[in-house]
């Protein structure tokens, strides 16, 4: 430890550099650029505190709660086991910010050179062996802890085993949509998934297949569980337990492509009854109403066969959604707009216009073939 | 600062070049080892990577000819191109005694083992692409055979082209006892081509097939 | 005179300045500095062009921000927001970050061991000029023609480019052969850069010095350029590879062929993981060496300082596929990469007690080095803690991908690395120019940017947690993201506004600086011993060191700090 006298150079230069910037202040450019910066800052600040935010606050879009994807409003048994997980490492992770940001400021305020400073070096301290060895063997314990919780949780959601009665359901990601279908039940469908849901008592956990037709995709529903990539060439697996009814939004999320940030997820929770009822309705043919029937036959004879499927009909395209049972989903283009006829008529006529990039290509329909394909489309419950 | 301090404490260096802290030591390490073993490092890492996907896809292929099916041990080839580093030692080791012509000739041999076996390489290649139908395309095994062998060969072609630039100063009478250091440091490259080359045969021909 | 004097020409006792120059026009000027292997005129060129491309990232990212600030928004198409995003951080990662730590470790490495250039001076300017060539042909990419869906070529395929996303059927155009010929060109100048300190540090120390008495900063680098090494081949191979694939037809990543996407993934991610410690070691070096400074006492724990930058340098090259935890591994992969990920971060946290030891006890001047370095460890605790949440694999499962980790790498590049870039910039111009920045400006900068960077990122933070991933070029009201997403776009307003005032200081005061003789912050190592700025062979008579602080043993030979080491 040392305490030693300065060099009188050095008293100078600590002594110069307290001194204003002489060029800054004797200079009159230099003092009123000073000026200019610091008043366009504050007025900055001021417009910042006062007008933008207090904006942003009122035209913020009146949210429905249940519909806002918060992993801390965890509704799933996987997702409740990551939430308590989130808690005791945020617990963990905000004692050590406190403590060591508390003797960062404690540091800053105590040992800042004071004005009436002599201008000794303080001692000099290398080092201390008692002190470095406290401060590794602390996180290493703390290191220890985390990590046997974090591998609970793994093996508690990754591991878990699937019941007999659990719901078999296969995602399929595609370039822009999620292809849905469920092979015990024989039903396909895209972008809103139907669960049951696990209430009073019976569990119904619903296990997801996941695989990929071209790209990486992800599959994210925060409230329901943490996220699983869907990868060509490769089958992921994962589980939900939804235990209230309901809509639970998420998206992709895994870049995939242009049309990435409107590829959305809805997943609703059904009661066992309602869910029954829907199954029952998806397993039927597509509705053949002889009034529609010119719409009908555009569909066929266009090239939409190409890439749709609708049961009953000639079209079994896979590129893109099943459209036998359209009119049962609430939105269209993977949560893009809502479906409605009015929608659907403009997503026919121009795909690229509400999801650009969007692999649909324009018709190129007629005003009346359009008419009557949308009518017929609209039958399809 | 003051300059009369400065003088007496911070003493000169009389007049060298550098004067390292190892001088003190006794043993400087010679700038071009370093440097050679750092791009040696960085190459070996490059190829790790070629190798691993190599074993990754082993036995992965959907169709087309297997490694068992189409691969011949490349015996002559290798023996030809390890004992190249045979002799560019001993070419380095006349180097060394300051013999320029038993250098000139150990180097000479050095190419042309080298030579050969890029001939041979070529000529397996020939025969795989022609005869059994596989190429880069053909499958996994064909993207990852080609890309991990022919990095190796591209290294072989580098190696040689250096080899030919000291082949020519040798001929022109400019290599002597002095730049011993600096060809030791291209030999370091070359057993480094060798030394991959063991590894690439290991992993294709011996544990793939 | 300066013709005459080339590095390594000793002709006896030469003048300590170099100030005398003859009268040279612009255009020698510029030849100059076109044909230098000067390690000084190198560093500084690698340094403005990291700048350079930090102004242009953080335009880009400006974009970004003004897209999202609303939702539903159509400021951007999709096309140019996903050349945006992907560009800005290539950019940020490859242009700014790798230059700036390179430049400075070009320029103080030989002056700070007391050498006169790098081992291999020649192939230091190659290197830069790889560099440059890799950045403009990236940059070309905007204009170059039809890309994936025709706005330009720019990749949009996100910085670290996942297959098969990158392959000829989804990648169409060339975009992503833009992206992979610009990094790979100057990943090859990173290497021969790497390579060149490394021999410069392990050849050319001056006498005296040991591996045991070189600055940390010398240390830190050392092990940054053995990490770039290791770590940047990685990233070559697998370009070539996807080259291979976009070129000649191999199946390296073709998923269609059998090919696989994870393994692009691990193969980036062994580079990506350690590229990140290479980035934020020379932050590390800076804080080592400025806060002992401002702090008015030596390092506390030096060999512990060095022993954990050589634990983190091996303990990071297994941590890659914690970029990975929602792949799909097995639950033992997944604890495994949890542990090692948690493990790092022991000896990255112990340097932050280091700093805080230093600190402690001394008598602590706030010059603006001081104030970036001091919201550096501020900023590098909290960003070291949003890692250890996101090394927790299931807490993973839900922030991955998302705007948490969005704000956590950007506390740890921007809060972290830039703030010490910063500080670097204000402790070393003053030896690079012989002028100081303006303390005045000096303070506003900090300042603004501070509030700016917390406004912006401490903010982020919470879409994330609510659910909003990333890359994204637009989201739906209703899952309230709007406002924070606002609050996070009105930061960058003081960021801008705080780099209008760091890049007017610096052109201010190569004017009207005060001039800042050789030692303005009475600091301890050998680069405050020459002139500012120093003459093109550094140093008049190579010193001979005893001590890690060869300055402080001059200005207290009563009690030197050989004693005491």
């Given at each position: 430890?040392k305490?030693?006298?300065?060099?009188?150079?050095?008293?100078d230069?600590?002594?110069?550099?307290?001194?204003?910037?002489?060029?800054?202040?004797?200079?009159?450019?230099?003092?009123?650029?000073?000026?200019s910066?610091?008043?366009?800052?504050?007025?900055?600040f001021?417009?910042v505190?006062?007008?933008?935010i207090?904006e942003?606050v009122?035209?913020a879009?009146?949210?429905?709660?249940t519909?806002?994807?918060?992993?801390?409003?965890?509704?799933s048994?996987?997702?409740?086991?990551?939430?308590?997980?989130?808690g005791?490492v945020?617990v963990?992770?905000?004692?050590i910010?406190?403590?060591?940001?508390g003797?960062?400021?404690?540091?800053?305020?105590r040992?800042r050179?004071?004005?009436?400073?002599?201008?000794?070096?303080?001692?000099q301290?290398?080092?201390?062996?008692?002190?470095?060895?406290?401060?590794?063997?602390?996180?290493?314990l703390i290191?220890?802890?985390l990590?046997?919780?974090?591998?609970?949780?793994?093996?508690?959601?990754?591991?878990?085993?699937?019941p007999?009665?659990?719901?078999?359901?296969?995602v399929?990601g595609?370039?822009?949509?999620?292809?849905?279908r469920?092979p015990?039940?024989?039903?396909?469908?895209?972008?809103e998934?139907?669960?049951?849901?696990?209430?009073?008592?019976?569990?119904?956990?619903?296990?997801?297949?996941?695989?990929s037709?071209?790209?990486v995709h992800?599959?994210?529903?925060?409230?329901l569980?943490?996220?699983?990539?869907?990868?060509?060439?490769?089958?992921?697996?994962?589980w939900?337990?939804p235990?209230?009814?309901?809509l639970?939004?998420?998206?992709?999320a895994?870049?995939?492509?242009?049309q990435?940030?409107?590829?959305?997820?809805?997943?609703?929770?059904?009661?066992?009854?309602?869910?029954?009822?829907?199954?029952?309705?998806?397993?039927?043919?597509?509705?053949?109403?002889?009034d529609?029937?010119?719409?009908?036959?555009?569909?066929?004879?266009?090239?939409?066969?190409?890439?749709?499927?609708?049961n009953?009909?000639?079209g079994?395209?896979?590129?893109?959604?099943?459209?036998?049972?359209?009119?049962?989903?609430?939105?269209?283009?993977?949560?893009?707009?809502?479906?409605?006829?009015?929608?659907?008529?403009?997503?026919i006529?121009?795909?690229?216009?509400?999801?650009?990039?969007?692999?649909m290509?324009?018709?190129n329909?007629?005003d009346?073939?359009l008419?009557k394909?949308v009518?017929?489309?609209?039958?399809?419950? | 600062m003051?300059?009369a301090?400065?003088?007496?404490?911070?003493?000169?260096?009389?007049?060298?070049?550098?004067?390292t802290?190892?001088?003190?030591a006794?043993t400087?390490?010679?700038k071009?080892?370093?440097?050679?073993?750092?791009?040696?490092?960085a190459?070996?890492?490059?190829?790790?990577?070629f190798?691993?996907?190599?074993?990754?896809?082993?036995?992965k292929?959907?169709?087309?000819?297997?490694?068992?099916?189409?691969?011949?041990?490349?015996?002559?080839?290798?023996?030809?191109l390890?004992?190249?580093?045979?002799?560019i030692?001993?070419?380095?080791?006349?180097?060394?005694?300051?013999?320029?012509?038993k250098?000139g000739?150990?180097?000479l041999i050095t190419?042309?083992?080298?030579?050969y076996?890029?001939?041979g390489?070529?000529?397996?290649?020939?025969?795989?692409i022609?005869?059994?139908?596989?190429?880069?395309?053909?499958n996994?095994?064909?993207?990852t055979?080609?890309s991990?062998?022919?990095l190796?060969a591209?290294?072989v072609v580098?190696?040689?082209?250096?080899?030919?630039i000291?082949?020519?100063?040798?001929?022109?009478?400019?290599?002597k006892?002095?730049?011993?250091e600096?060809?030791?440091?291209?030999?370091?490259?070359?057993?480094?081509?060798?030394?991959?080359w063991?590894?690439?045969?290991?992993?294709?021909?011996i544990?793939g097939? | 005179?300066n013709g005459?004097?080339r590095?390594?020409?000793?002709g006896?006792?030469?003048?300590l300045?170099s100030?005398?120059?003859?009268?040279?026009?612009?255009?020698?000027?510029?030849?100059?500095?076109?044909?230098t292997?000067d390690?000084?005129?190198?560093?500084l060129?690698y340094?403005?062009?990291?700048?350079?491309?930090f102004v242009?990232?953080?335009l880009?990212?400006?974009l970004?921000?003004?897209?999202?600030?609303?939702?539903?928004?159509?400021?951007?198409?999709?096309?140019?927001?996903?050349?945006?995003?992907?560009?800005?951080?290539?950019?940020?990662v490859?242009?700014?970050?790798m230059p700036?730590?390179?430049g400075?470790?070009?320029?103080?490495?030989?002056?700070?061991?007391?050498?006169?250039?790098?081992a291999f001076?020649?192939?230091?300017?190659?290197?830069?000029?790889?560099s440059?060539?890799?950045?403009?042909?990236l940059?070309?990419?905007?204009?170059?023609g039809?890309?994936?869906?025709?706005?330009?070529?720019?990749?949009?395929?996100?910085?670290?480019?996942?297959?098969?996303?990158?392959?000829?059927?989804?990648s169409?155009?060339?975009?992503?052969?833009?992206?992979?010929?610009?990094?790979?060109i100057?990943?090859?100048?990173?290497?021969a850069?790497?390579?060149?300190?490394?021999?410069?540090?392990?050849?050319?120390?001056?006498?005296g010095?040991?591996?045991?008495?070189?600055?940390?900063?010398?240390w830190?680098?050392?092990i940054m350029?053995?990490?770039?090494?290791?770590?940047?081949?990685?990233?070559?191979?697998?370009?070539?590879?996807l080259?291979?694939?976009?070129?000649?037809?191999?199946?390296?990543?073709?998923?269609?062929?059998?090919?696989?996407?994870?393994?692009?993934m691990h193969?980036?991610?062994?580079?990506?993981?350690?590229?990140?410690?290479?980035l934020?070691?020379?932050?590390?070096?800076?804080?080592?060496?400025?806060?002992?400074?401002f702090?008015?006492?030596?390092?506390?724990?030096?060999?512990?300082m060095?022993?954990?930058?050589?634990?983190?340098?091996?303990?990071?090259?297994?941590?890659?596929?914690?970029?990975?935890?929602?792949?799909g591994?097995?639950s033992?992969?997944n604890?495994?990469f949890?542990i090692?990920?948690m493990?790092?971060g022991?000896?990255t946290?112990?340097?932050?007690f280091?700093?805080?030891?230093t600190?402690?006890?001394?008598?602590?001047?706030?010059?603006?080095?001081?104030?970036?370095s001091?919201?550096?460890l501020f900023?590098?605790l909290i960003?070291?803690?949003?890692?250890?949440?996101?090394?927790?694999?299931?807490?993973?499962w839900?922030?991955?991908?998302?705007?948490f980790?969005?704000?956590?790498?950007?506390?740890?590049?921007?809060g972290?690395?830039?703030?010490?870039?910063?500080?670097?910039v204000?402790?070393?111009?003053?030896k690079?120019t012989?002028?100081?920045?303006?303390e005045?400006?000096?303070?506003?900068?900090f300042w603004?940017?501070?509030?700016?960077?917390?406004?912006?990122?401490?903010?982020?933070?919470?879409?994330?947690?609510?659910?909003?991933p990333?890359r994204?070029?637009?989201?739906?009201?209703?899952?309230?993201?709007g406002?924070?997403?606002?609050?996070?776009t009105?930061?960058?307003?003081?960021?801008v506004?705080?780099?209008?005032?760091?890049?007017?200081?610096?052109?201010?005061?190569?004017?009207k600086?005060r001039?800042?003789?050789?030692?303005p912050?009475?600091?301890?190592?050998?680069?405050?011993?020459?002139?500012?700025?120093?003459?093109?062979?550094?140093?008049?008579?190579?010193?001979t060191?005893?001590?890690?602080?060869?300055?402080?043993?001059i200005?207290?030979?009563?009690?030197p700090?050989?004693?005491?080491?």
């Amino acid at each position: 430890m040392k305490n030693l006298p300065n060099s009188s150079q050095q008293v100078d230069l600590i002594r110069c550099l307290d001194a204003k910037d002489v060029w800054m202040t004797d200079s009159r450019t230099g003092a009123r650029l000073t000026r200019s910066v610091g008043r366009a800052s504050l007025l900055l600040f001021w417009l910042v505190a006062f007008i933008v935010i207090p904006e942003g606050v009122l035209a913020a879009e009146k949210t429905d709660p249940t519909l806002v994807p918060s992993i801390f409003t965890p509704e799933s048994a996987p997702a409740h086991a990551i939430s308590h997980l989130a808690g005791f490492v945020l617990v963990v992770t905000g004692a050590i910010f406190v403590v060591v940001a508390g003797l960062l400021l404690y540091a800053v305020v105590r040992f800042r050179r004071r004005a009436y400073d002599d201008g000794t070096e303080p001692p000099q301290v290398y080092g201390s062996g008692p002190v470095e060895t406290a401060w590794t063997t602390v996180p290493f314990l703390i290191v220890i802890v985390l990590t046997l919780a974090t591998a609970r949780v793994i093996q508690e959601v990754q591991d878990a085993r699937k019941p007999v009665a659990a719901l078999d359901v296969q995602v399929i990601g595609h370039q822009w949509w999620w292809e849905i279908r469920y092979p015990k039940l024989g039903i396909v469908t895209a972008n809103e998934l139907h669960v049951p849901v696990s209430q009073a008592g019976t569990r119904l956990p619903t296990f997801l297949d996941l695989r990929s037709a071209d790209v990486v995709h992800s599959f994210w529903v925060p409230r329901l569980a943490g996220k699983t990539d869907l990868i060509p060439n490769k089958v992921n697996s994962m589980w939900i337990e939804p235990e209230r009814t309901g809509l639970f939004v998420g998206q992709c999320a895994k870049y995939c492509g242009t049309q990435h940030a409107k590829m959305l997820l809805r997943v609703y929770a059904d009661t066992p009854e309602d869910f029954d009822r829907w199954v029952a309705e998806q397993k039927k043919l597509a509705e053949n109403n002889p009034d529609v029937a010119a719409g009908r036959l555009v569909f066929e004879r266009t090239a939409c066969i190409n890439c749709h499927a609708i049961n009953g009909t000639v079209g079994d395209g896979r590129f893109g959604p099943d459209l036998t049972h359209l009119m049962s989903r609430n939105t269209l283009a993977s949560g893009a707009l809502t479906n409605s006829p009015e929608g659907l008529r403009t997503w026919i006529k121009s795909p690229d216009k509400l999801k650009p990039g969007v692999l649909m290509p324009a018709m190129n329909l007629n005003d009346s073939d359009l008419d009557k394909l949308v009518a017929y489309l609209t039958t399809l419950k | 600062m003051n300059a009369a301090i400065a003088t007496t404490y911070l003493e000169s260096d009389t007049g060298r070049v550098t004067s390292t802290a190892a001088a003190d030591a006794g043993t400087v390490p010679s700038k071009g080892v370093i440097g050679m073993t750092c791009l040696i490092i960085a190459e070996s890492a490059i190829f790790t990577i070629f190798v691993v996907a190599y074993l990754y896809y082993l036995g992965k292929d959907l169709s087309g000819p297997t490694p068992r099916q189409v691969l011949e041990l490349p015996i002559v080839n290798s023996i030809c191109l390890l004992s190249s580093s045979a002799t560019i030692t001993f070419a380095l080791r006349s180097l060394r005694k300051g013999n320029a012509k038993k250098f000139g000739f150990w180097w000479l041999i050095t190419i042309a083992l080298g030579a050969y076996f890029l001939l041979g390489t070529g000529r397996e290649w020939h025969h795989l692409i022609h005869d059994q139908g596989l190429t880069l395309q053909t499958n996994l095994f064909g993207t990852t055979f080609y890309s991990l062998v022919g990095l190796h060969a591209s290294h072989v072609v580098v190696g040689l082209l250096a080899l030919s630039i000291v082949m020519a100063f040798a001929f022109a009478g400019s290599v002597k006892r002095e730049h011993a250091e600096r060809v030791h440091v291209l030999g370091l490259y070359w057993h480094f081509v060798d030394v991959v080359w063991i590894v690439v045969f290991t992993v294709v021909y011996i544990i793939g097939r | 005179m300066n013709g005459a004097i080339r590095t390594g020409d000793l002709g006896g006792a030469l003048p300590l300045d170099s100030t005398a120059e003859t009268e040279k026009s612009v255009f020698d000027s510029i030849h100059s500095w076109l044909v230098t292997v000067d390690h000084k005129k190198l560093g500084l060129m690698y340094i403005m062009f990291g700048l350079f491309f930090f102004v242009v990232a953080g335009l880009e990212a400006c974009l970004i921000r003004t897209q999202l600030a609303i939702p539903n928004n159509h400021f951007l198409s999709p096309q140019l927001f996903n050349q945006l995003f992907t560009m800005h951080g290539t950019t940020m990662v490859f242009l700014v970050g790798m230059p700036l730590i390179f430049g400075f470790a070009n320029y103080l490495v030989p002056l700070m061991i007391g050498a006169r250039d790098l081992a291999f001076p020649r192939l230091n300017a190659f290197g830069f000029w790889l560099s440059v060539f890799g950045g403009l042909l990236l940059y070309f990419s905007f204009i170059g023609g039809e890309g994936m869906t025709g706005a330009g070529s720019a990749p949009d395929v996100g910085w670290f480019a996942y297959a098969p996303l990158t392959g000829k059927a989804f990648s169409k155009g060339h975009s992503t052969d833009y992206w992979i010929l610009g990094i790979m060109i100057g990943g090859f100048g990173s290497i021969a850069t790497a390579a060149n300190i490394i021999t410069t540090i392990l050849c050319m120390r001056c006498r005296g010095m040991t591996l045991a008495k070189m600055p940390l900063l010398a240390w830190i680098n050392l092990i940054m350029c053995g990490m770039v090494l290791i770590a940047v081949s990685p990233l070559t191979a697998a370009q070539i590879m996807l080259l291979l694939d976009r070129f000649v037809g191999s199946h390296f990543f073709d998923t269609q062929a059998g090919g696989s996407a994870t393994l692009w993934m691990h193969f980036f991610w062994i580079f990506g993981h350690p590229e990140v410690y290479v980035l934020i070691l020379p932050a590390f070096a800076f804080a080592s060496e400025i806060i002992p400074v401002f702090s008015r006492k030596a390092i506390f724990g030096y060999p512990v300082m060095v022993g954990a930058t050589l634990a983190i340098a091996f303990v990071s090259l297994s941590v890659w596929a914690h970029h990975m935890f929602t792949i799909g591994m097995t639950s033992t992969s997944n604890t495994f990469f949890a542990i090692s990920t948690m493990l790092v971060g022991i000896p990255t946290g112990i340097k932050i007690f280091n700093w805080l030891g230093t600190m402690w006890g001394g008598k602590l001047r706030f010059d603006t080095p001081m104030l970036f370095s001091t919201a550096f460890l501020f900023q590098f605790l909290i960003a070291g803690l949003t890692g250890i949440m996101l090394a927790a694999a299931p807490f993973n499962w839900q922030l991955n991908d998302s705007y948490f980790v969005i704000a956590h790498f950007h506390f740890v590049l921007v809060g972290a690395l830039v703030f010490m870039i910063f500080a670097a910039v204000y402790y070393w111009f003053p030896k690079a120019t012989g002028r100081l920045l303006s303390e005045r400006f000096g303070k506003w900068h900090f300042w603004l940017f501070l509030i700016g960077f917390h406004m912006t990122f401490d903010t982020m933070h919470i879409p994330g947690i609510l659910g909003m991933p990333r890359r994204i070029y637009t989201y739906e009201a209703g899952r309230g993201w709007g406002i924070w997403n606002l609050i996070v776009t009105v930061g960058v307003a003081f960021q801008v506004f705080g780099t209008l005032v760091f890049v007017l200081n610096i052109l201010l005061s190569l004017r009207k600086g005060r001039p800042a003789g050789k030692d303005p912050w009475d600091a301890w190592t050998l680069e405050w011993s020459t002139t500012s700025p120093p003459p093109e062979y550094n140093f008049a008579q190579i010193p001979t060191v005893k001590s890690r602080r060869p300055l402080w043993d001059i200005k207290h030979p009563s009690d030197p700090d050989w004693r005491y080491e």
